[in-house]
């Protein structure tokens, strides 16, 4: 019997888990987090600004099993990243402190 009870717990906690892993990122909370960091000011869903759109970077990403961690590198070390006008600058940094904010953001961009 505590062998039942044991088996049925631990399935009901990894099945908590396992939805958790794959749930829909939170767009509202994506979108507030991008706008209070300044991403807006280059970025945009489908409207073409000084940087890539979400959906080019969704784009570029599709299909590629690192795709998730390099994008959360590339957002959190802040590389130089250079645009279609031929100019360079050093991308801002997120605070690697707000890592589930990012990983969130980083979900919500791949998705577009």
Sequence with gaps: ??????????????????????AAPDAEAAQKYAKDNGCTKCHAVDKTKKGPTYTKTAAKFKGKADAEAKLFDQLTKGPKVK?????????????????????NLVQWILAQ
């Design 1 to 22: 019997m505590k062998s039942v009870a044991l088996l049925a717990t631990v399935a009901a906690v990894f099945s908590l888990v396992s939805a958790s892993a794959f």
């Design 83 to 103: 645009f279609e006008d031929g100019t360079e600058e050093e991308h801002k940094a997120l605070d690697t402190k707000e890592s589930a904010q990012i990983k």
